[in-house]
């Protein structure tokens, strides 16, 4: 499910944003079609999560990284996409589509890395 939410969002990210013209219905078919491909990543991410690390690191080891990226990229994500309309006029937010699809494509890589933890104890 987190490959198919990576791939999905980077596979509707173009199409979504060129599909909001000028109507409110636009913007609203929009989101619901990329809320579907990020749900497949939202609804498993509690279950992955803990896996990731031993019991007695668990909640740090989470914490930690998820709040650093969520800053990293979340927080600066506005204002690297303003900066991008700035600089590069109309072609900024293609240029921004392509880092949002980069680190999708990231992000989707690393799902591939992960180890089965089926019969593990945890």
Same mark, same amino acid.
């Given at each position: 499910m987190l490959l198919i939410g990576a791939l999905g969002? $980077? $596979?509707?990210?173009?199409? $979504?944003?060129w599909f909001?013209?000028?109507?409110?219905?636009q913007l609203g078919v929009a989101i619901a079609m990329?809320?579907?491909v990020i749900g497949a990543t939202t609804l498993i991410v509690p279950a992955v999560y803990p896996e990731l690390f031993p019991a007695s690191v668990r909640t740090i080891g989470i914490a930690i990284?998820?709040?650093v990226s969520?800053? $990293?990229f979340g927080g600066?994500?506005?204002?690297l996409q303003a900066g991008m309309a700035l600089r590069?006029?109309?072609a900024g937010h293609i240029y921004f589509g392509i880092y949002t699809i980069v680190l999708l494509l990231v992000g989707a890589s690393t799902?591939?890395?992960l180890r089965e933890t089926l019969g593990i104890e945890l």
């Open positions: 969002s $980077a $596979a509707c990210f173009f199409p $979504a944003t909001v013209k000028d109507s409110v219905w990329m809320l579907v990284p998820y709040a969520v800053a $990293a600066t994500a506005a204002y590069f006029g109309d799902v591939l890395t």
